[in-house]
């Protein structure tokens, strides 16, 4: 074998560090939104500013970034074994049943990933040919934030095909990432 591993090991490792600069994007975004929040609050508070209340576009900017902060490291933390996992069964049967119940989980997940990118796609075309737009404290299109949930649930299915060559490669038992008990 070549160093550094098969081609896929290394397409493997350059989408994780893909996803470790999607998760510190995602970390910068809960900063700028902390710093936003209590900026909005100081100045609702203190008249720093003459003419300057708060800032008005602060509740709708802020839910924009926890969408994307969802969006952006859902994939990262699946990568990592971060996600919700409910393992109790996992851990009751043997391991070659569990290893089968990892395999089904992950097909079904990737599955219902490759669905959501597919249904979120149409609608961001839908909304991007329709010339929607959000009109709230600030008038945005539509389809900015909804273009983002096709993107992360393609990243999601990817993760989830890694996830599947992982689970082919290794002991055939279910996985020990993410384990809630010993």
């Not at 203190?46 to 509740?59: F, N």
Request: charged residues 15%.
């Amino acid at each position: 074998m070549a160093p550094g591993g098969t081609a896929l090991d290394r397409l493997e490792r350059a989408y994780g560090r893909l996803l470790d600069a999607l998760a510190l994007a995602g970390a910068a975004l809960i900063l700028a939104m902390t710093l936003m929040i209590c900026g909005d609050v100081l100045l609702r508070n203190v008249r720093i500013v003459p003419g300057v209340a708060s800032l008005e576009w602060s509740t709708e900017i802020s839910e924009a970034m926890l969408y994307m902060v969802t969006m952006l490291t859902a994939p990262w933390l699946l990568r990592r074994g971060q996600h919700i996992r409910v393992d109790i069964v996992l851990r009751a049967v043997p391991a070659g049943l569990g290893w089968v119940f990892e395999w089904t989980a992950d097909v079904l997940g990737c599955a219902c990933c490759l669905t959501m990118a597919y249904f979120g796609a149409r609608a961001a075309y839908a909304s991007h040919a329709s010339g929607a737009m959000s009109i709230k404290t600030l008038v945005t299109p539509e389809w900015w934030l909804l273009s983002l949930l096709p993107l992360a649930f393609l990243a999601l299915s990817l993760e989830m095909a890694f996830r599947l060559r992982r689970l082919h490669l290794g002991p055939r038992e279910p996985r020990d990432d993410a384990v809630s008990t010993g």
